[in-house]
């Protein structure tokens, strides 16, 4: 839903490292912005032509900080235009669009431990984490692994920042994460999370599963952009409109572009929150979401219209 | 009675966790035969890694521990009765790491208090294994008084404590492992329907 937009002004932009650039957001018009707990992500509506882009950013200052909030953006190796943008026309002044924050990576304030694995860009959501469990005075450690030197943000200040409880990987240097030792015999009560690229992600959740972790302990944020396909139509059954959707296009992203105010949350097939009753379809459904178990989606009559599309001719949603 | 209540737990059963490193089954009664069918769903290699706490003094004890040591497991600890038990589960839960796996089975009271042990050492209780085997008599908490009354097997019950005729909810809480029972007849002193045996 559009609602809950916050107009903010691009304070600082900052290249941190190659293809990563920093943003800070103050309010326009309030004197400070919405509280939001580590892990919280916020969606930047970013214009480009004649569409929106709204794409999720986790947010990385101080939840004890509301002055501002902080974002770090990578360039997307094949951007859909909204990484590409910040990267090349965004500049310090620039007024933008972005919503209340929403947590769907919290920190389990039960647990006794906390485990953190970033990976690349992954770091971000762990920087306002980690300000959060100092704050709380919860142990801690982070893993972090990247590319490089060059291509990793934020190593040399988190190092400084919180010493020991901090191990940098480079892959460059035959760095690997210790993940069997990491997991082996940790004490009742440790939780661990991960976020970085879907193979790390998958190999986080097999390690510890293979550890003998029950799921519960496990926590990863796992955002993916809508991916392309073929056009195909969108029907709305209640509405009776019809919508194209465009090969970059998502469904959400057509529907809003054609003045429908859809339901969404995190735009990245983890929330659950655009799940869409299908009614009819002429052609195969691509679930690209982390939402749906396998169950509903060979099912085939729910689709979240955020990051899924159709591989043919008509879709008819309940909408 | 009270419409379906979210806070009322259920217990799907003991399933193998084929994963874990070690296994921890804390049972009593009639829970060992919810064990003895959990062992036609596994291997003898899941009873070479499991440890068992076994309280004799649930209900209808019948020689069990000998049927439990034929599994092999690692360690079977025999127990007289609730507090040893969960003694020694306190004991066992301070040392044990995240590959161990923590099963429950016998009454509802008794996995309450499982179930508040596993909390208090961070387990999730979505984490325990659970199975319901023999009475479903029930612990009571008075909301008056407070006063915990226990193997509770009629509705209304009058409360241990302070008397007061109290109806059980499904009304559930975890941290108490415990019922919510909240006094019947306010309006009317003396109004309370007989006791029925629901919870046998």
Request: glycine share 18%.
């Given at each position: 839903m559009t609602t809950n937009q916050i107009r903010v002004r691009v304070a600082e932009v900052e290249?941190?490292?190659?293809q990563i650039r920093r943003l800070k957001l103050v309010p326009i018009g309030m004197s400070g912005l919405p509280d939001f707990s580590g892990g919280a992500h916020t969606i930047l509506s970013i214009p480009d032509g004649e569409r929106t882009l709204r794409n999720p950013y986790s947010l990385m200052s101080s939840p004890y900080d509301t002055s501002s909030y902080e974002v770090s953006v990578l360039k997307a190796a094949e951007s859909r235009g909204g990484s590409a943008f910040i990267h090349d026309k965004i500049r310090e002044g620039l007024p933008i669009t972005i919503s209340a924050p929403v947590n769907l990576f919290p920190v389990d304030r039960r647990a006794r431990r906390h485990i953190l694995i970033a990976g690349g860009i992954g770091i971000t959501p762990f920087m306002s984490i980690m300000r959060q469990l100092e704050h709380d005075d919860v142990p801690f450690e982070l893993h972090y692994g990247m590319r490089s030197q060059e291509r990793g943000a934020y190593w040399r200040q988190l190092r400084e920042t919180y010493g020991h409880r901090v191990h940098i990987y480079f892959e460059d240097q035959g760095q690997t994460i210790p993940l069997k030792t990491l997991l082996d015999g940790q004490p009742l009560g440790t939780h661990v999370y991960v976020c970085g690229p879907s193979t790390m992600i998958d190999w986080v959740l097999n390690g510890a599963r293979d550890a003998g972790w029950p799921a519960e302990n496990v926590h990863y944020e796992r955002f993916s952009a809508p991916p392309p396909g073929t056009s195909f139509t969108v029907e709305l059954a209640r509405s009776g409109k019809t919508v194209p959707v465009g090969p970059h296009q998502s469904m959400l992203e057509a529907l809003e572009a054609a003045g429908i105010d859809a339901p969404y949350l995190c735009?990245?097939?983890?929330?659950?929150?655009?799940e869409t009753r299908i009614v009819s379809c002429a052609g195969a459904i691509q679930h690209n979401d982390h939402y749906l178990s396998d169950a509903e989606k060979a099912a085939?009559?729910?689709?979240?219209?955020c990051v899924s599309r159709v591989d043919g001719s008509t879709v008819t949603l309940d909408l | 009675m009270a419409a379906a209540m979210l806070s009322r737990p259920v217990y799907p059963g003991l399933v193998p966790d084929m994963h874990a490193k070690h296994n921890l089954i804390v049972t009593e009664g009639e829970g060992a035969e919810a064990v003895l069918d959990l062992a036609t769903k596994t291997s003898a290699e899941f009873f070479a890694r499991t440890t068992i706490l076994y309280c004799t003094a649930g209900s209808a004890a019948k020689d069990h521990e000998t049927a439990l040591a034929k599994l092999n497991p690692k360690h079977l600890w025999v127990l007289p009765s609730l507090p040893t038990v969960m003694f020694r589960l306190k004991g066992v839960l301070a040392t044990a790491d995240m590959g161990t796996r923590l099963y429950a089975a016998g009454t509802e009271p008794f996995i309450g208090s499982v179930i508040q042990e596993a909390l208090a050492a961070?387990?999730?209780?979505?984490?325990v294994v659970t199975e319901h085997r023999g009475s479903a008599k029930r612990r009571v908490q008075c909301v008056h008084c407070k006063g915990m009354t226990e193997n509770v097997t009629t509705n209304p019950v009058a409360c241990s404590h302070c008397g007061i005729n109290l109806f059980v909810?499904?009304?559930?809480s975890r941290r108490l492992g415990a019922f919510q029972g909240v006094i019947i007849?306010?309006?009317?002193?003396?109004?309370a329907p007989p006791p029925e045996e629901i919870y046998r």
């Open positions: 290249t941190v490292a190659a735009r990245g097939g983890a929330c659950g929150q655009c085939g009559d729910k689709i979240m219209i | 961070g387990i999730d209780f979505k984490s909810r499904d009304h559930y007849d306010a309006e009317e002193p003396g109004s």
